[in-house]
């Protein structure tokens, strides 16, 4: 599987190079992105500007890791999903729960965002 991997201040940029995504996929890029959590910088932006088609597994899959990122106060979100794609997980009823967001200038708004969310809620006095 082929990825560009740039990595900022506060979370890395993930670009999936691949045109599809299919099921035989789903363990390599599960594995790939939970490495994350591991890391220092644990928030991740994927982008799927080059992804013309996702199958239902590996969908399924993406959506499952985004929840172990938020169960370990991290950041998961997708971005440039093509319009084939969008259709696609709409169809499937996915998309609505996914974090994504049309642009990459978007998704590292929403990043920056939950850290916020997440240092403020770090600091609030338990009652």
Known sequence: MKVKIDTKEKFHVIDMEETDISANMTEEVKELLLS??????????????????????????LLKVQE????????LVFCEFQPAVIKYLDEIEL????NFTPTESEAWDIVQMEIIERELLDDAPNH
Do not use: P
């Not at 172990?68 to 950041?75: A, H, R």
């Not at 998309?95 to 996914?98: G, S, T």
């Open 95 to 98: 998309l609505e729960i996914m």
């Open 68 to 75: 172990i990122f938020y169960d370990n106060n991290c950041s």
């Open 36 to 61: 994350y959590l591991n890391h220092e910088i644990k928030n991740v932006v994927v982008k799927f500007s080059a992804v013309r088609s996702i199958d239902k597994e590996a969908a399924t899959g």
